[in-house]
């Protein structure tokens, strides 16, 4: 009885690729993290969100802007500390529709094009920071 009713609930609340997108907010003035904290030769940065342009599609032009988004700011990190994305040792990827993973993985790889490729994991979300459709953390290795 109790899976009948369950059943039932889900039915009526109909199916959840049909939820609209979450309006992105606004980034706060001071972030409540550091945007990387280096321990001995190891670089851990926080997560690098992207956000869709205005007025692009989020699975098509939109999101690849939207990785590239989140690749340069950590560039900017990387760059900031001294050291480029061959330093990079793993990146966790972590994707709000795990159905945009070949786009993700077309605009990430020339990143380290002629460099080794760091290791890494991807896993889906059901929503992530100010409703970005990516985010993307990394650690670095000095030596």
Not at 40 to 65: C, N, W
């Given at each position: 009885?109790?899976?009948?009713?369950?059943?039932?609930?889900?039915?009526?609340?109909?199916?959840?690729?049909?939820?609209?997108?979450?309006?992105?907010?606004?980034?706060?003035?001071?972030?409540?993290?550091?945007?990387?904290?280096?321990?001995?030769?190891?670089?851990?940065?926080?997560?690098?969100?992207?956000?869709?342009?205005?007025?692009?599609?989020?699975?098509?032009?939109?999101?690849?802007?939207?990785?590239?988004?989140?690749?340069?700011?950590i560039g900017r990190i990387?760059?900031?500390?001294?050291?480029?994305?061959?330093?990079?040792?793993?990146?966790?990827?972590?994707?709000?529709d795990m159905a945009d993973?070949?786009?993700?993985?077309?605009?990430?790889?020339?990143?380290?094009?002629g460099k080794r490729l760091?290791?890494?994991?991807?896993?889906?979300?059901?929503?992530?920071?100010?409703?970005?459709?990516?985010?993307?953390?990394?650690?670095?290795?000095?030596?």
């Amino acid at each position: 009885m109790k899976r009948l009713i369950a059943s039932a609930l889900l039915l009526a609340a109909g199916p959840l690729a049909a939820q609209p997108a979450p309006a992105p907010q606004a980034m706060p003035a001071k972030p409540p993290f550091s945007p990387a904290v280096r321990v001995g030769d190891i670089l851990y940065m926080s997560g690098q969100i992207g956000q869709v342009p205005a007025g692009m599609d989020r699975h098509k032009e939109g999101f690849d802007a939207a990785v590239r988004n989140a690749m340069d700011s950590i560039g900017r990190i990387l760059k900031d500390n001294g050291v480029g994305f061959e330093h990079v040792v793993k990146c966790t990827v972590m994707l709000n529709d795990m159905a945009d993973w070949p786009r993700f993985n077309a605009a990430y790889v020339p990143y380290f094009e002629g460099k080794r490729l760091p290791a890494r994991s991807a896993f889906g979300t059901t929503g992530l920071a100010l409703g970005a459709p990516l985010e993307v953390e990394c650690i670095a290795a000095f030596k």
